[in-house]
């Protein structure tokens, strides 16, 4: 009966249009305060317990490297790295910001940013070799998602937070599932761009990829010292995460120069912002789970789920269900915070790997944040491209029903996630 009314009140202050964080604060407070005996000091303690933990340091450094990468050349130089390789095929140009999607997200861990850093150079450039604002804008939308599933991640922190799960292992999991992800997204690319007989690009080179990748590489190398730096023990993922911020200003100010130290201050105060509405979240959320835990419903909930008689695969597939059902109306950290605390003990009950279980609950949100009404990559495309969100919607379509085929291969191919982790000695 509590927890109906928690998440009645819940979903009530959510349709008012109230933020999440703030309905998740208001929901709390009035639940502790009108159905439970917590004194207000234990709330204030959990408060504090619930973000001093060292991981989610990981946030803010994250955040700051990604725009520095965003604002700093490092987009552009692998654009034209990815262009050299793969512009001849069908659909060159969009074949090659895939690419770049790929790439530019090993160094990010943020769609957003990846679309917003992508998108605003390729698609421009593709309506001006003729390609349809809509196919680029559906491509965008779709390979953007790939700044959460590659190595760093901000999802990937917050689950790995909610769940005491391996920073390490979730980072490099997402490598090998991120990569067949871009190649079905460019599979689907090449078909539609050949059927309509899209513009081809003057194959490059080898002489001019070359150029081009000794460009882009300063930008890569943050892929070799996150990984190797996490594998070799050299620093943990948080630690990895402030050397990609100091690493990325440095490659921004003084290799690649497309940014001044005038410039800087504004990145982090953009930086700041974004991490303070980040940390805000997880405190609400922090508190949400809290009475969950003295509700001690993730383990009632658990008990029911496999009181069904679901088995895993019964159990994933309706965890997906909801997922996705809460992508319509939340944003990817809020249904991370509200969602993983419920059905992770049920999901290791079942003896579900729990890095395989974070990154199909990262699928889940990569397929949220490209579809209406509050996909965020719609949005940003939708300003870059300037056409509407019904539009964007119908052009994302073929790409979206790819993901999904992508989010059953994960789901229940468990080895596509779990290989890399093992191979590196981290499960």
């Known amino acids: 009966m509590n927890a109906s009314i928690l998440f009645g009140l819940l979903i009530a202050l959510m349709l008012t249009g109230m933020p999440i964080s703030i309905s998740l604060g208001l929901t709390v407070l009035t639940f502790i305060l009108t159905f439970t005996q917590v004194p207000l000091e234990a ?6 317990t619930g973000i001093e933990k060292w991981e989610i340091m990981a946030i803010p450094f994250f955040i700051l490297a990604g725009n520095f990468l965003t604002h700093g050349g490092v987009a552009k130089r692998m654009i034209n790295f990815a262009t050299s390789l793969v512009g001849h095929f069908h659909g060159g140009l969009a074949l090659a910001s895939i690419l770049a999607c790929a790439m530019f997200a090993l160094v990010c861990g943020s769609s957003v940013a990846t679309v917003v850093a992508i998108g605003s150079i390729v698609l421009p450039a593709m309506v001006a ?3 349809p604002m809509a196919f680029g804008a559906g491509v965008m939308i779709t390979a953007g998602s790939l700044g959460i599933l590659m190595l760093p991640s901000i999802p990937k922190v917050i689950y790995a937070i909610s ?18 992800l871009a190649l079905m997204l460019a599979a689907v690319t090449w078909y539609i761009a050949k059927k309509n007989n899209y513009p081809r690009m003057k194959k490059a080179t080898w002489m001019q990829r070359l150029k081009f990748f000794q460009n882009s590489v300063w930008g890569l190398m943050l892929v070799v010292i996150i990984v190797g730096g996490i594998y070799s023990g050299i620093f943990t993922a948080t630690e990895a995460a402030a050397m990609a911020a100091v690493y990325s200003f440095f490659v921004s100010i003084f290799v690649y120069k497309d940014m001044g130290m005038k410039d800087v201050p504004k990145v982090l105060r953009d930086s700041a912002n974004m991490s ?23 383990h009632r909930l658990a008990d029911w789920m496999l009181s069904m008689n679901l088995g895993k695969e019964g159990f994933l597939f309706v965890v997906n269900m909801i997922l996705l059902a809460a992508g319509n109306f939340m944003e990817p950290s809020s249904i991370i915070l509200i969602m993983a605390p419920i059905f992770f003990p049920a999901a290791m ?27 965020l990559n719609l ?21 979206l029903g790819t993901m999904i085929v992508f989010l059953v291969i994960v789901t229940y191919w468990p080895w596509l996630t779990l290989v890399v982790p093992k191979m590196m000695g981290m499960l």
């Open 43 to 48: 709330v204030a303690l959990k408060l504090f």
């Open 379 to 399: 949005y940003v495309a939708s300003g870059i491209s300037k056409l509407g969100i019904t539009e964007l919607t119908k052009a994302v379509l073929p790409w």
């Open 349 to 375: 009950q079942l003896g579900i790997n729990p890095v395989h279980f974070g990154i199909l609950i990262d699928v889940n949100m990569e397929v949220g944040l490209c579809h209406p009404p509050v996909g």
């Open 276 to 298: 303070a509405m980040l940390l805000y979240i997880i405190t609400n959320a922090v508190l949400f789970s809290f009475v969950l835990a003295n509700e001690n419903l993730p």
């Open 163 to 180: 769940t005491n799960t391996s920073i390490g292992a979730l980072f490099v999991a997402g490598l090998l599932p991120g990569t067949l």
């Open 129 to 131: 070799h003729g390609y």
